[in-house]
């Protein structure tokens, strides 16, 4: 959803290129961010190696949060607008990947070490949630400004590829000594779709998403208000979901003879099979809408012509579990693992480009970051900017990395 | 042109660092529970052959019961299975007579004579003169077709019988009797004189002749004598000629041959059964096989047993039609016996009255009737042989005296088998011998000797030298099942036997029947319900135990993951018991070669006892077990040795005692590999 950021950013440049009719816009944007985890973690996970046990504990030690985020999005984009009568109508398409997650520290110590370290304690897996997302997104957005109040409004037609949620409300792994006994709790829902198609355009689901965005101006500031991608995805029947909630002492398999057990006896009482009981049925998920609210002005500084404050939140409910309520809402916002992000970015002109950089802070985690984006050109421009300048000189410790490109010819 | 320059750098620096996705490895330690169970004193002794039993406040009765006397019934009814073989032959079959008659009338005879109706017409009462030579070398067929078509005897007599029914008397008659198709004379007769109203007759033995089914009788004179004065001429009169086979005794006949009976057994059968005496048998199944040889085309055999009844109809095997033998293979015949009772007092209505051990049967054989024309010769035969089997449902009766020698004979005692203790008591044991006799005999068994012994420790404990147990006859409900058994027993103090732990028991024993006679009352016998004579041992487990070791062998098929790297094994268990134990475990491989200690006498330590030595709380211990690749092993050896405690103080073991244990492991997995 950063590139809905990087977007309003650039609000202003797009409303230069307004005397042009036509306008086409490549825009690709690839973001890793975490609250404590970091570009390490990233390299071990992606590109493999041995996680060894100081790595692991610098993990679990990283960050001041229990519960630890990691957001990932790559999203290419093309669009195609066309400007009449201080009108305008948009189609765009958005090839988009998001992997959204939250886990205890807890969690990872179980992931990563394993229980034997934890002998007569409990480890807290509660609110651990993995969200992965692929879809494609076919937008048409009309605009109107009538008495310079600029409205428009988006529908999106979701095309769903694929989606992948563990969502673990409540849980905890209780080790008695010596492991003579698992205390296990949880309330998991999970959603899997189709596993027999892994194809990346494969259709396993449809949805909708609206916009609503509305620019004006109060004396001699610009305001931004929006809502955008406020949408959902129903994946096909043929999805794979459980829900599950219980709690058992496991002390391993009932038997009558100490001495005569095998393999078969073990399998033959295969807990993981008893607990993971699944079915075939549809299910919504939400994409994250963002809502945006920036105000935008103008100073007499050659070099800080312009200035924006705004503010940005994410609406994201794990599932489709309540009616639409002000609980509902609250949960959306509280599920989307996203805090409210503030920034204030500006633009400063000069004569072989323009800089816009961006002071930041929330979102996926509570640092405060700084973004820098160059821009070359007016009619037809290309910007490459990142949101987390000052992790790129954090070398393996940074916890964020993004990189975002945009070309935009106007004729 | 600058633009895509810039575009294609820009591309080109996104992916020419771009690094092949591979992925992590890294290491997880776990520590699950693999297996878990509690153990009472009844699964820890679920293998043995000894009975638990607990009392209302779950004290432990251990009782170990074991038959030790096999009567074998087949020595009291033996009752050999029957067979019955039987020859019949065709030379010692009878036929029935052949019979042919020809009627001869007066109004014929007139009617050859010239003016013979006008001078003598029928109803007329007129004087008939003498005529001479009225028949001459007239001839009379006689078909005898209805009987055979031919026949050659080895025996017969020809009878010729003459009824002179005309009104006048008949004098010089000669006949002969030729056969038609080779014209042989079979038989030449001849009467002086045959009064008018008389019937002369004569007999020719035919033996040796062949007889055509078309016979020639030649009347080669006949004179009519001359009436008395005048008679009633009724044309009706006639000289009946009846000619007669009998005593039929063919070489060979082909005919269409009526059912006549060929062969008549009657006959008993009787048993060997020593002294006892059987009148009824109960069939619980059986059957009797019938197989028959006949080279008769035409052979049929009923066979009777009418002393083999089911609801009290007789058995009857009914027609059994046999066909021609072409070579030597029998024909059977297969009849259920199930459900049967045999009569073993003989022929109903015997001369002499009813007797023991004796059936009756009845056998016939026939020829029978076809329709066709068949060939058989005085060779031909009927062979049976008739096989019974059944097996014993009850037998009623006397069974008679009879002594069964049991000889001394050692029968081992398993139950201690892999025991061993430095100090073993137990503070109440008895050894009960029960009899239950469900047979309608009295019986006395004489216990000549009942001993145990340890052949480890050559130890021997003598608990019996010539008991007398007299056991009294069961009895019957109404005649019939269900059977009131009568139980004996008899208890001894066994307190010595047990603490040697024998591993044999040596017993020999004399079984008289029926000691006393034959009793006012008939003896019967169940096969299913025999003699049942246990010895039991009844141990109340209250015990001192010092250093009682259990040493077991057990073929074992561990998991063997080579995905999961098992580092320790913790062997936890929660002692509930009264008593230390001390584990070693050995395991061997496919060869029974020792191939690792598991344990090497770990300690495992009592639980918890108050005051009056009852368990009141478990008590923990942890093994640690270093883990072994249990891929080659087949075997492992468990050495527990057991202590009670506190030492000295007879313990009592309770059904709610209980052994906890979980076997736990430390695994480690390489995740990503």
Not at chain 1, 361 to 381: C, E, P, R
Not at chain 1, 385 to 401: M, P, S, W
Not at chain 2, 255 to 261: C, K, L, R, T, V
Not at chain 2, 600 to 612: C, F, Y
Request: charged content about 20%; some cysteine.
């Amino acid at each position: 959803m950063t590139k809905k950021t990087i977007l309003l950013l650039l609000f202003p440049f797009v409303l230069i290129a307004q005397e042009n009719k036509y306008e086409i816009t490549w825009k690709s944007n690839f973001l890793f961010e975490s609250n404590s985890l970091n570009k390490n973690f990233l390299n071990s996970m992606l590109y493999g190696g041995q996680i060894t046990d100081d790595i692991k504990s610098e993990w679990i030690a990283s960050g001041d949060e229990e519960n630890n985020i990691i957001n990932s999005e790559i999203s290419n984009g093309l669009s195609y607008t066309y400007h009449f009568n201080k009108q305008s109508i948009k189609f765009e398409f958005t090839d988009i990947n998001i992997v959204n997650s939250q886990f205890t520290d807890d969690f990872l110590r179980l992931f990563f070490e394993g229980n034997v370290d934890h002998q007569n304690e409990t480890l807290d897996f509660s609110n651990t949630n993995i969200k992965a997302n692929r879809f494609q997104q076919y937008k048409i957005r009309y605009s109107r400004t009538i008495n310079s109040v600029n409205i428009n409004g988006g529908l999106s037609y979701l095309a769903g590829n694929h989606h992948l949620s563990y969502i673990i409300n409540q849980g905890s792994l209780y080790t008695a000594p010596f492991g003579t006994y698992l205390n296990v709790a949880y309330n998991m829902n999970a959603f899997v779709t189709d596993t027999s198609n892994f194809s990346i355009f494969a259709n396993n689901g449809n949805g909708v998403a609206i916009d609503f965005n509305t620019n004006f101006s109060i004396q001699e500031y610009d305001i931004h208000l929006s809502l955008t991608d406020l949408g959902f995805i129903m994946w096909k029947a043929s999805s794979i979901s459980l829900a599950t909630d219980s709690a058992f002492n496991f002390q391993g398999v009932e038997i009558e003879d100490i001495f005569n057990f095998n393999d078969s006896v073990l399998e033959a009482n295969n807990i993981i099979d008893d607990v993971l009981r699944t079915n075939n049925t549809s299910f919504k998920s939400y994409i994250p809408a963002i809502i945006h609210l920036s105000v935008s002005g103008e100073t007499d500084y050659t070099y800080l012509k312009t200035y924006t404050a705004g503010l940005l939140a994410k609406w994201q409910p794990y599932m489709d579990n309540k009616p639409l309520s002000f609980s509902k809402i609250n949960q959306g916002f509280q599920e989307s693992n996203f805090s409210p992000l503030y920034y204030i970015h500006s633009i400063l002109n000069t004569k072989y480009c323009d800089f816009v950089p961006t002071l930041s802070h929330g979102g996926y985690s509570n640092d405060t970051n700084i973004g820098l984006a160059l821009s070359k050109g007016k009619k037809n421009k290309l910007v490459i900017g990142t949101h987390h300048l000052e992790d790129i000189f954090n070398g393996e410790k940074a916890t964020a990395v993004s990189l975002y490109f945009n070309i935009q010819l106007q004729f | 042109m600058k633009k895509l320059l810039i575009i294609a750098l820009a591309t080109l620096l996104l992916f020419a660092c771009k690094h092949e996705l591979e992925r992590p490895t890294w290491d997880v330690k776990m520590i699950v529970p693999l297996v878990h169970t509690k153990m009472t004193i009844n699964n820890m002794l679920s293998d043995t052959n000894l009975n638990i039993f607990e009392n209302p406040d779950g004290f432990i009765n251990l009782v170990y019961a074991e038959s030790f006397i096999d009567i074998n019934l087949d020595t009291l009814i033996k009752i050999d299975a029957i067979a019955d073989e039987q020859t019949h032959t065709l030379d010692s079959a009878t036929f029935a007579d052949v019979v042919i008659t020809d009627t001869a009338t007066i109004g014929e005879a007139i009617t050859e004579i010239p003016l013979g109706t006008i001078l003598l017409p029928d109803g007329s009462t007129s004087s008939i003169p003498a005529l001479p030579n009225i028949a001459n070398e007239d001839t009379i067929n006689i078909n005898a077709s209805e009987y055979f078509k031919t026949m050659t005897l080895y025996r017969g007599m020809l009878i010729i019988n003459l009824n002179n029914g005309y009104p006048t008397d008949i004098s010089n008659v000669s006949l002969t009797l030729i056969n038609a198709t080779n014209q042989n004379i079979v038989a030449t007769f001849s009467f002086p004189l045959i009064p008018s109203g008389s019937i002369v007759s004569d007999s020719v033995s035919i033996a040796g002749q062949t007889i055509d089914e078309n016979l020639f009788a030649i009347l080669n004179n006949m004179d009519v004598n001359a009436s008395n004065g005048p008679v009633l001429i009724d044309y009706s009169d006639a000289i009946i000629t009846t000619i007669t086979i009998s005593d039929i005794g063919i070489t060979e006949a082909t005919a269409i041959f009526p059912e006549q009976q060929l062969t008549e057994t009657l006959k008993e059968h009787n048993f060997d059964l020593g002294s006892a005496q059987i009148n009824e048998i109960g069939i619980k199944e059986g059957t009797v096989t019938i197989n028959v040889l006949s080279t008769l085309p035409n052979g049929k055999m009923v066979y009777n047993i009418p002393s083999l009844t089911k609801n009290g109809v007789p058995f009857t095997s009914g027609d059994m039609i046999v066909p021609e033998a072409t070579n030597t293979d029998l024909t059977t015949f297969t009849f259920d016996f199930q459900g049967y009772v045999l009569d073993l007092t003989g022929q109903e209505g015997r001369l002499g009255g009813d007797t023991i051990n004796t059936i009756y049967t009845e056998s016939y054989t026939f020829i029978d009737y076809t329709g066709t024309l068949e060939t058989i010769n005085h060779t031909d035969s009927f062979y049976s042989f008739i096989e019974f089997y059944f097996i014993t449902e009850y037998a009623k009766g006397y069974m008679g005296q009879d002594t069964i020698e049991i000889e001394s004979e050692e029968n081992n005692l398993d139950v201690f088998n892999n025991m061993n203790a430095s100090n073993f008591e137990l503070k109440e044991v008895n050894l009960e011998i029960k009899i239950d006799n469900y047979i309608g005999a009295d019986f006395q068994i004489d216990l000549i000797e009942l001993k145990g012994r340890n052949d480890k420790t050559n130890n021997e404990v003598s608990l019996i030298n010539n008991a007398i147990i007299d056991i009294n006859r069961a009895t019957l409900s109404n005649n019939n099942l269900p059977i009131n058994q009568t139980t004996s027993d008899l208890t001894i103090p066994a307190e010595e036997f047990i603490n040697i732990l024998p591993n044999k028991v040596i017993s020999a024993a004399n079984i008289y029947l029926n000691p006393n006679g034959p009793s006012s009352t008939q003896d019967f016998l169940y096969p299913e319900y025999p003699i049942e004579a246990t010895m039991s041992i009844d141990i109340p487990l209250s015990l001192i135990a010092e250093n009682l070791s259990f040493m077991d062998t057990t073929e074992v098929d561990l998991p063997n993951d080579n995905e999961l790297e098992i580092e320790k094994l913790y062997l936890t268990i929660n002692n509930g018991f009264p008593f230390d134990a001390e584990i070693q475990l050995i395991l061997l491989d496919e060869n029974d070669v020792v191939f690792d200690t598991l344990l090497n006498n770990a300690t495992i330590i009592a639980g918890q006892v108050d005051e009056n030595n009852i368990v009141v709380n478990s008590t923990p211990t942890t093994i640690e077990i270093d883990y072994t690749d249990f891929e080659n092993i087949k075997k492992m050896i468990s050495i527990s040795n057991f202590t009670t405690k506190p030492i000295n103080q007879f313990i009592d073991i309770y059904s709610n005692y209980e052994l906890e244990i979980t076997l736990s492991a430390k695994i480690n997995k390489t995740i990503g590999k």
